[in-house]
C-alpha cells in the first residue's frame, strides 16, 4: 500500500472534513459517569460495553483569526495550506510514512538523529520587542548585582529588583552569605 501523497487521503483521526466542508465525524465515547453510577452485576468487568458507550458528533470550531471569515473563505484559505504543505514535501523528495508505517513506530522510540540547536535568548514578535526584551534583562541583571554588592556588605536595605531574591545569609554573621 502506497503513502498518502495528500493530506486529505489520511486514514486516522484527522479534522480535515470538518474544515474542507459539511461534514459530521460521529465517534464512540464511553461515558463512564453512566457506567459507574449504574449497578454493578455481579460478574460483570465489561468496562467499555456498549451499553455504556454514546455517539458524540467531533465539532471543529474555526481558529480565532478566522471567525469573522465565512465558511467558503476559509475553505479557501485551508486548501491553500494544504496547498503549500504538499509542495514543501514534494520539493524535499521526502514522502510520507503512511498509516502503516507510522503505527508501526513505537512511540518511545528516539529518532536516529536529533537536530540541536542553541537555545533562543527569548521568543517575541519583533526585532524591537526583542531588543527591548534584552534591554530589561539586563537592566534586571545589573540591577540585581549592585544590589546583593551591597547585601553582602552587610546593608541589608539594599531593594532588590522585582521578582527577585536577596541572597540567604546565615544569622549572626554578616560577612558569610551563603
Do not use: I
Not at 468487568?45 to 451499553?51: I, L, N, S
Not at 484559505?77 to 513505537?106: D, F, I, S
Not at 526583542?130 to 556588605?153: D, G, H, I, S
Request: glycine share 6%.
Amino acid at each position: 500500500m502506497r503513502p498518502p501523497e495528500r493530506c486529505e487521503e489520511w486514514p486516522g483521526l484527522t479534522c480535515l472534513p470538518q474544515l474542507l466542508g459539511p461534514a459530521r465525524r460521529m465517534f464512540r465515547w464511553f461515558n463512564w459517569t453512566k457506567r459507574w453510577s449504574g449497578r454493578r452485576r455481579e460478574g460483570e468487568g465489561r468496562y467499555a460495553a456498549e451499553e455504556w458507550a454514546e455517539l458524540v458528533e467531533l465539532e471543529v470550531e474555526p481558529p480565532p483569526c478566522w471567525k469573522g471569515r465565512r465558511e467558503e473563505e476559509r475553505q479557501r484559505e485551508v486548501r491553500a495550506l494544504l496547498g503549500e504543505v504538499e509542495a514543501e514535501a514534494r520539493a524535499k523528495g521526502k514522502p510520507a510514512l503512511g498509516a502503516a508505517e507510522v503505527q508501526a513506530q513505537h512511540p518511545h522510540t528516539r529518532p536516529e538523529r536529533l537536530a540541536r540547536s542553541p537555545r533562543p535568548q527569548g521568543h517575541a514578535s519583533t526585532r524591537h520587542a526583542m531588543r527591548e526584551l534584552r534591554e530589561q534583562y539586563r537592566a534586571f541583571v545589573a540591577a540585581f548585582r549592585e544590589a546583593a554588592a551591597r547585601w553582602r556588605r552587610g546593608d541589608f536595605s539594599a531593594r532588590f529588583p522585582l521578582f527577585s531574591f536577596p541572597p540567604r545569609v546565615v544569622p549572626g554573621l554578616v560577612a558569610r552569605v551563603l
